[in-house]
């Protein structure tokens, strides 16, 4: 089991918006602004999309957004585009072992 | 921008030892913690462990303590990770990433390592 929860899978349509979950506590997600968002296309390394809850790094499309609630922090695909379609898992760093942690990831499938 | 190149995909039979690296360049390699994740076939990304190359400080995940062993060689930037007896369980894709102490962010990674073991 995944220190942090994330649906197994989200789905949209070309242009539509979704936003992904990721849940945790006190301890990591929601003590911290220190989640990360990756996303991971099929056989490639995962890429960091969103970090500190919700800083883009250069060259990722503004698309992309994150954002923090308590313990649970969502991540937002704005103007669905074919090329979004692939699994995305968020960390937090983890007061409990001191550690980052990943969700279980999210399949994103675009319609 | 930071580059992390693994070694190539293994084959090995149960019980053999193995050992995969990391090389890093276009930054300070000394001065940032390499992390190292572990990927099951369909499955999630695991953090391993993480080493500071500068000290060798290395520190792992409770799953994974005295189960694989992470080292470094800083005169050549170089992470590894070394399994003494290897088991079928440990057949997965494996990651190195630059890893932020501070965020828990894996920043940049590697293109991965396949370990396959089988019998």
């Known amino acids: 089991q995944s220190a942090l929860t994330q649906p197994p899978s989200a789905s949209g349509s070309p242009g539509q918006s979704v936003t992904i979950s990721c849940s945790g506590t006190?301890?990591?997600?929601?003590?911290?602004?220190?989640v990360s968002w990756y996303q991971q296309h099929p056989g490639k390394a995962p890429k960091v999309m969103i970090y500190?809850?919700?800083k883009r790094p250069s060259g990722v499309p503004a698309r992309f957004s994150g954002s923090k609630s308590g313990n649970t922090a969502s991540l937002t695909v704005s103007g669905l585009q074919a090329e979004d379609e692939a699994d995305y898992y968020c960390?937090?760093?983890?007061?409990?072992?001191?550690?980052?942690?990943f969700g279980g990831g999210t399949k994103l499938t675009v319609l | 921008e930071v580059q992390l190149v693994q070694s190539g995909a293994e084959v090995k039979k149960p019980g053999e030892s193995l050992k995969i690296s990391c090389k890093g360049s276009?930054?300070?390699?000394?001065?940032?913690?390499i992390g190292w994740v572990r990927q099951m076939p369909g499955k999630g990304l695991e953090l391993m462990g993480i080493?500071?190359?500068?000290?060798?400080?290395?520190r792992y995940s409770p799953s994974f303590q005295g189960q694989v062993t992470a080292s470094v060689d800083k005169s050549i930037s170089t992470a590894y990770l070394r399994w003494s007896s290897l088991k079928a369980s440990d057949t997965a894709m494996y990651y190195c990433?630059?890893?932020?102490?501070?965020?828990?962010?894996?920043?940049?990674w590697g293109q991965g390592t396949l370990v396959t073991v089988s019998s």
């Open positions: 500190e809850v919700n």
């Open positions: 276009r930054y300070s390699f000394s001065n940032y913690w």
């Open positions: 990433a630059y890893y932020d102490i501070l965020t828990g962010s894996c920043d940049y």
């Open positions: 960390s937090s760093y983890s007061r409990s072992n001191n550690f980052g942690v």
């Open positions: 006190s301890s990591d997600v929601g003590g911290y602004n220190y």
């Open positions: 080493i500071y190359p500068d000290d060798s400080d290395t």
